[in-house]
């Protein structure tokens, strides 16, 4: 199998081509629409009419290189931590650019079977992720500038702060309108997104954030997307030397987790799943650990409820 391997940052592509006879060959580009079309014209040169590409969740730089190649290749899109492990696993030492590339060529020929192949967000969805984006920049922009305040004595510089705190509040209100306004546009996503607020503890922004990603991953199980926002127990346990408690994995989407803490936080104190948190009480579990417990049981509830198109329903979930 032939695999095309690029390590991306802002101004530059390093593709490094892992041929199914073993032979590699490497090429730098920038990153852009004609670099791109360098990487194509290369690898047909070289006779390549089939191979997977992949490559890391770099921030926005892997974007408009996973939307361009997929629709000629099957692309994957790998985080970070995978291939740092990987490279600790087989004790690589080496850090360039056309290293790296390497690097995630061989480990998409080892797991691509094992992968989700990339599929490119449709253009509303792609705006959805931006406002989602933009809102919580927004909202840590106002608790920086509140705290700013707080320290501050002179006058000047309070009303300075309190200028930044009524933009930024008005641009956060006018952010949220537009995520609204885009979702009630959509006559299906507009009920997914209803259906999704009547879970205890989900509010608009949270909502959004959910539909944002079951929409644009192919999610075939609830604990899969569970594993994707990174809410799945990592369990250390090996004869009767080692035996850790269990800890939340490193993977998984850090925004959707976060965006789960509050809304778990509001369940907890409304009492919204008693069994659950019953039993965890009774084996004498921490808060913290039952408040993640909760953030699992919603992720999973809002699978079901997205896949299913029916509200929150009290009596199947235990609410009290």
Same mark, same amino acid.
């Given at each position: 199998?032939?695999?095309?391997?690029?390590?991306?940052?802002?101004?530059?592509?390093?593709?490094?081509?892992?041929?199914?006879?073993?032979?590699?060959?490497?090429?730098? @580009?920038?990153?852009?629409?004609?670099?791109?079309?360098?990487?194509?014209?290369?690898?047909?040169?070289? #006779?390549?009419?089939?191979?997977? @590409?992949?490559?890391?969740? $770099?921030?926005?730089?892997? +974007? !408009?290189?996973?939307?361009?190649?997929?629709?000629?290749?099957?692309?994957?899109?790998?985080?970070?931590? #995978?291939?740092? +492990?990987?490279?600790?696993?087989?004790?690589?030492?080496?850090?360039?650019?056309?290293?790296?590339?390497?690097? =995630?060529?061989?480990?998409?020929?080892?797991?691509?079977?094992?992968?989700?192949?990339?599929?490119?967000?449709?253009?509303?969805? #792609?705006?959805?992720?931006?406002?989602?984006?933009?809102?919580?920049?927004?909202?840590?922009?106002?608790?920086?500038?509140?705290?700013?305040?707080?320290? *501050?004595?002179?006058?000047? @510089?309070?009303?300075?702060?309190?200028?930044? =705190?009524?933009?930024?509040?008005?641009?956060? $209100?006018? $952010?949220? !309108?537009?995520?609204? &306004?885009?979702?009630?546009?959509?006559?299906?996503?507009?009920?997914?997104? $209803? !259906?999704?607020?009547? =879970?205890?503890?989900?509010?608009?922004?949270?909502?959004?954030?959910?539909?944002?990603?079951?929409?644009?991953?192919?999610?075939?199980?609830?604990?899969?997307? /569970?594993?994707?926002?990174?809410?799945?127990?990592?369990?250390? *346990? *090996?004869?009767?030397?080692?035996?850790?408690?269990?800890?939340?994995?490193?993977?998984?989407?850090?925004?959707?987790?976060?965006?789960?803490?509050?809304?778990?936080?509001?369940?907890?104190? %409304?009492?919204?799943?008693?069994?659950?948190?019953? !039993?965890?009480?009774?084996?004498?579990?921490? &808060?913290?650990? /039952? %408040?993640?417990?909760?953030? #699992?049981?919603?992720?999973?509830?809002?699978?079901? /409820?997205?896949?299913?198109?029916?509200?929150?329903?009290?009596?199947?979930?235990?609410?009290?």
């Amino acid at each position: 199998m032939n695999t095309l391997g690029l390590d991306i940052s802002k101004d530059t592509i390093d593709a490094v081509l892992d041929k199914k006879d073993g032979l590699k060959q490497h090429i730098k @580009v920038e990153n852009n629409k004609d670099g791109l079309g360098q990487i194509q014209k290369w690898l047909k040169a070289n #006779r390549i009419r089939k191979t997977i @590409v992949a490559m890391e969740a $770099t921030g926005i730089y892997y +974007e !408009n290189a996973a939307r361009h190649l997929s629709m000629q290749y099957p692309v994957y899109v790998i985080n970070p931590l #995978r291939i740092k +492990e990987y490279a600790r696993s087989q004790f690589k030492h080496t850090k360039t650019d056309k290293a790296d590339a390497a690097l =995630i060529a061989e480990y998409a020929k080892r797991h691509h079977d094992v992968m989700q192949p990339y599929t490119p967000p449709t253009a509303e969805n #792609r705006y959805l992720s931006k406002l989602i984006s933009l809102l919580q920049q927004l909202k840590a922009q106002l608790t920086e500038a509140k705290n700013r305040k707080h320290a *501050s004595q002179d006058e000047f @510089v309070i009303s300075t702060h309190e200028a930044t =705190i009524l933009l930024v509040s008005s641009q956060i $209100t006018a $952010t949220a !309108n537009e995520i609204d &306004k885009l979702i009630t546009q959509q006559n299906t996503v507009k009920a997914h997104y $209803t !259906n999704l607020q009547t =879970i205890p503890g989900i509010g608009r922004e949270t909502a959004a954030t959910l539909l944002r990603y079951l929409q644009d991953k192919p999610f075939q199980t609830a604990n899969q997307f /569970i594993s994707f926002a990174g809410l799945s127990p990592k369990i250390e *346990s *090996s004869g009767t030397s080692v035996k850790k408690h269990g800890r939340l994995s490193r993977y998984g989407h850090k925004r959707l987790k976060r965006s789960l803490f509050m809304p778990a936080l509001v369940a907890y104190r %409304i009492g919204a799943f008693p069994q659950l948190v019953s !039993n965890l009480q009774k084996s004498k579990k921490p &808060k913290m650990v /039952i %408040i993640v417990a909760i953030m #699992r049981k919603l992720a999973k509830i809002a699978y079901y /409820i997205y896949k299913s198109g029916q509200p929150f329903d009290r009596t199947r979930h235990q609410m009290a």
